[in-house]
Protein backbone atom coordinates (compact mmCIF):
# COMPACT_ATOMS: atom_id res chain seq x y z
CA UNK A 1 0.00 0.00 0.00
CA UNK A 2 1.09 3.59 -0.26
CA UNK A 3 3.16 5.14 2.50
CA UNK A 4 5.38 7.98 3.98
CA UNK A 5 8.28 8.05 5.36
CA UNK A 6 9.82 11.42 7.31
CA UNK A 7 12.72 11.99 9.49
CA UNK A 8 12.41 11.41 13.05
CA UNK A 9 12.12 14.48 15.28
CA UNK A 10 13.00 16.56 16.76
CA UNK A 11 14.70 19.07 14.65
CA UNK A 12 16.20 21.46 16.83
CA UNK A 13 17.69 24.54 14.98
CA UNK A 14 19.13 27.86 15.54
CA UNK A 15 17.19 30.95 14.28
CA UNK A 16 18.70 31.73 10.51
CA UNK A 17 19.72 28.45 10.23
CA UNK A 18 18.89 26.14 7.20
CA UNK A 19 16.10 23.22 7.36
CA UNK A 20 15.53 20.14 5.38
CA UNK A 21 12.88 17.68 6.55
CA UNK A 22 13.05 14.56 4.60
CA UNK A 23 10.22 13.11 3.43
CA UNK A 24 9.96 9.61 0.84
CA UNK A 25 7.30 7.83 -0.45
CA UNK A 26 6.37 4.86 -1.62
CA UNK A 27 3.06 5.00 -3.78
CA UNK A 28 1.35 3.32 -6.90
CA UNK A 29 1.20 5.81 -9.83
CA UNK A 30 1.89 9.29 -9.84
CA UNK A 31 0.85 10.67 -6.51
CA UNK A 32 0.71 14.50 -5.78
CA UNK A 33 2.41 15.54 -2.45
CA UNK A 34 1.90 17.51 0.11
CA UNK A 35 3.39 19.44 3.19
CA UNK A 36 1.20 20.41 5.69
CA UNK A 37 2.07 22.13 9.29
CA UNK A 38 0.67 22.29 12.81
CA UNK A 39 1.02 24.96 15.20
CA UNK A 40 1.11 24.13 19.01
CA UNK A 41 -2.97 23.28 20.13
CA UNK A 42 -4.07 24.40 16.08
CA UNK A 43 -4.97 22.20 13.19
CA UNK A 44 -3.43 21.19 9.93
CA UNK A 45 -2.54 23.96 7.20
CA UNK A 46 -1.33 23.44 3.71
CA UNK A 47 2.03 24.57 3.90
CA UNK A 48 2.59 23.34 0.18
CA UNK A 49 2.02 20.72 -2.46
CA UNK A 50 3.17 19.76 -6.22
CA UNK A 51 1.23 17.36 -8.12
CA UNK A 52 3.82 16.25 -10.81
CA UNK A 53 7.26 15.13 -11.30
CA UNK A 54 9.56 17.74 -10.92
CA UNK A 55 7.53 20.61 -9.97
CA UNK A 56 8.23 22.54 -6.98
CA UNK A 57 5.71 23.57 -4.60
CA UNK A 58 6.65 27.08 -2.38
CA UNK A 59 5.50 29.36 0.39
CA UNK A 60 6.58 31.14 3.09
CA UNK A 61 9.81 30.67 1.89
CA UNK A 62 9.55 26.79 2.55
CA UNK A 63 10.26 24.88 -0.76
CA UNK A 64 9.98 21.15 -2.04
CA UNK A 65 10.52 19.76 -5.40
CA UNK A 66 8.41 16.60 -6.44
CA UNK A 67 11.75 13.63 -7.23
CA UNK A 68 10.21 10.81 -9.17
CA UNK A 69 13.22 9.26 -9.55
CA UNK A 70 14.03 9.19 -6.01
CA UNK A 71 10.56 9.47 -5.02
CA UNK A 72 11.07 12.22 -2.68
CA UNK A 73 9.44 15.67 -1.38
CA UNK A 74 12.23 16.89 1.09
CA UNK A 75 11.27 20.25 2.36
CA UNK A 76 13.62 23.12 2.66
CA UNK A 77 14.02 26.14 4.15
CA UNK A 78 17.09 28.70 3.63
CA UNK A 79 16.66 30.63 7.01
CA UNK A 80 14.21 29.52 10.37
CA UNK A 81 12.70 31.60 12.54
CA UNK A 82 11.26 30.64 15.95
CA UNK A 83 7.85 31.54 14.43
CA UNK A 84 8.10 28.24 12.74
CA UNK A 85 8.73 26.25 15.63
CA UNK A 86 5.73 23.71 14.48
CA UNK A 87 5.31 19.20 13.30
CA UNK A 88 5.19 19.31 9.79
CA UNK A 89 3.80 16.06 7.86
CA UNK A 90 4.61 14.93 4.32
CA UNK A 91 1.51 13.32 2.73
CA UNK A 92 0.24 11.73 -0.77
CA UNK A 93 -3.02 11.42 -2.17
CA UNK A 94 -2.34 8.78 -5.04
CA UNK A 95 -4.93 8.48 -7.73
CA UNK A 96 -6.50 5.77 -7.85
CA UNK A 97 -9.93 6.35 -6.21
CA UNK A 98 -11.24 9.35 -4.31
CA UNK A 99 -8.70 11.12 -2.55
CA UNK A 100 -6.85 9.56 0.30
CA UNK A 101 -4.47 11.58 2.26
CA UNK A 102 -1.81 9.27 3.71
CA UNK A 103 0.70 11.20 5.96
CA UNK A 104 3.87 10.66 7.54
CA UNK A 105 4.37 10.40 11.25
CA UNK A 106 5.38 14.55 11.19
CA UNK A 107 8.37 15.88 12.23
CA UNK A 108 8.68 18.57 15.19
CA UNK A 109 10.80 21.09 14.08
CA UNK A 110 11.78 23.19 17.66
CA UNK A 111 13.86 26.71 16.56
CA UNK A 112 15.34 28.77 19.41
CA UNK A 113 16.33 32.63 19.20
CA UNK B 1 -15.88 33.40 9.63
CA UNK B 2 -14.64 30.11 10.62
CA UNK B 3 -13.61 27.74 7.73
CA UNK B 4 -14.20 24.62 9.24
CA UNK B 5 -14.96 24.11 12.66
CA UNK B 6 -15.51 21.46 14.95
CA UNK B 7 -17.38 21.22 18.48
CA UNK B 8 -16.77 20.30 21.12
CA UNK B 9 -13.23 21.62 21.14
CA UNK B 10 -12.63 18.81 24.38
CA UNK B 11 -14.53 16.19 25.22
CA UNK B 12 -14.02 14.35 28.74
CA UNK B 13 -15.94 11.25 29.49
CA UNK B 14 -16.52 7.60 30.62
CA UNK B 15 -15.65 4.63 29.21
CA UNK B 16 -18.82 3.22 27.63
CA UNK B 17 -20.67 6.70 26.84
CA UNK B 18 -21.81 7.30 23.71
CA UNK B 19 -20.74 10.83 22.47
CA UNK B 20 -20.78 12.49 19.03
CA UNK B 21 -18.43 15.46 17.58
CA UNK B 22 -19.92 17.97 14.87
CA UNK B 23 -18.04 19.54 11.81
CA UNK B 24 -19.00 22.11 9.85
CA UNK B 25 -17.80 23.95 6.92
CA UNK B 26 -18.91 27.19 5.59
CA UNK B 27 -16.60 26.82 1.97
CA UNK B 28 -19.12 24.77 -0.22
CA UNK B 29 -17.21 22.28 -0.51
CA UNK B 30 -18.36 18.67 -1.41
CA UNK B 31 -16.19 16.13 0.22
CA UNK B 32 -15.46 15.95 3.89
CA UNK B 33 -13.62 14.07 6.02
CA UNK B 34 -12.63 12.69 9.19
CA UNK B 35 -9.37 11.78 10.56
CA UNK B 36 -7.81 10.44 13.84
CA UNK B 37 -4.27 11.02 14.97
CA UNK B 38 -2.98 9.34 18.29
CA UNK B 39 -0.97 10.20 21.46
CA UNK B 40 2.29 9.98 18.92
CA UNK B 41 0.76 12.57 16.59
CA UNK B 42 0.61 9.92 13.82
CA UNK B 43 -2.57 10.69 11.10
CA UNK B 44 -5.01 8.34 9.68
CA UNK B 45 -8.18 8.59 7.47
CA UNK B 46 -11.29 7.54 9.10
CA UNK B 47 -14.39 8.44 6.60
CA UNK B 48 -14.99 10.65 3.80
CA UNK B 49 -18.43 11.82 2.74
CA UNK B 50 -18.63 13.42 -1.31
CA UNK B 51 -21.84 15.54 -1.36
CA UNK B 52 -23.62 13.28 1.71
CA UNK B 53 -22.25 9.75 0.08
CA UNK B 54 -19.74 7.62 1.94
CA UNK B 55 -16.72 7.32 0.03
CA UNK B 56 -14.30 5.97 2.16
CA UNK B 57 -14.71 3.82 4.90
CA UNK B 58 -11.51 2.72 6.60
CA UNK B 59 -11.17 0.18 9.00
CA UNK B 60 -12.65 1.47 11.57
CA UNK B 61 -15.03 0.42 14.68
CA UNK B 62 -18.32 0.03 13.64
CA UNK B 63 -18.66 1.89 17.13
CA UNK B 64 -17.84 5.07 15.15
CA UNK B 65 -20.83 6.04 12.85
CA UNK B 66 -20.15 9.15 10.77
CA UNK B 67 -23.23 10.74 9.31
CA UNK B 68 -23.85 13.60 7.03
CA UNK B 69 -27.04 15.40 7.01
CA UNK B 70 -25.88 17.87 4.10
CA UNK B 71 -22.74 18.29 2.20
CA UNK B 72 -21.96 21.23 4.55
CA UNK B 73 -22.18 18.71 7.77
CA UNK B 74 -20.30 15.33 8.91
CA UNK B 75 -20.99 14.06 12.17
CA UNK B 76 -19.34 11.71 14.05
CA UNK B 77 -20.93 9.61 16.65
CA UNK B 78 -19.04 7.21 18.50
CA UNK B 79 -20.69 4.31 21.02
CA UNK B 80 -19.57 2.44 23.71
CA UNK B 81 -16.08 4.49 24.13
CA UNK B 82 -13.12 2.58 24.63
CA UNK B 83 -10.01 4.29 26.40
CA UNK B 84 -8.42 3.36 23.17
CA UNK B 85 -10.60 5.73 21.34
CA UNK B 86 -8.97 9.24 23.68
CA UNK B 87 -7.10 10.78 20.61
CA UNK B 88 -7.57 14.09 18.69
CA UNK B 89 -10.38 14.40 15.90
CA UNK B 90 -9.99 16.08 12.82
CA UNK B 91 -12.58 16.86 10.64
CA UNK B 92 -11.44 18.27 6.59
CA UNK B 93 -12.83 19.57 3.44
CA UNK B 94 -12.03 19.85 0.01
CA UNK B 95 -13.53 20.97 -2.91
CA UNK B 96 -14.12 17.68 -4.67
CA UNK B 97 -12.74 14.33 -4.09
CA UNK B 98 -9.73 14.47 -6.78
CA UNK B 99 -5.80 13.07 -5.98
CA UNK B 100 -4.44 16.95 -5.84
CA UNK B 101 -7.27 18.93 -4.04
CA UNK B 102 -5.97 20.55 -0.88
CA UNK B 103 -7.66 19.98 2.24
CA UNK B 104 -9.05 22.40 4.96
CA UNK B 105 -8.58 21.14 8.40
CA UNK B 106 -10.82 22.06 10.98
CA UNK B 107 -9.15 23.16 14.80
CA UNK B 108 -10.05 19.47 15.97
CA UNK B 109 -11.41 17.42 18.79
CA UNK B 110 -9.51 16.34 21.74
CA UNK B 111 -11.31 13.22 23.36
CA UNK B 112 -10.20 11.89 26.41
CA UNK B 113 -12.01 8.97 27.74
CA UNK B 114 -11.38 7.57 31.64
Known amino acids: GNSVTQMEGPVTLSEEAFLTINCTYTATGYPSLFWYVQYPGEGLQLLLKATKADDKGSNKGFEATYRKETTSFHLEKGSVQVSDSAVYFCALSDRTGFQKLVFGTGTRLLVSP | DTAVSQTPKYLVTQMGNDKSIKCEQNLGHDTMYWYKQDSKKFLKIMFSYNNKELIINETVPNRFSPKSPDKAHLNLHINSLELGDSAVYFC?????????????FGPGTRLLVL
Open chain 2, 92 to 104: ASSPASGRGETQY
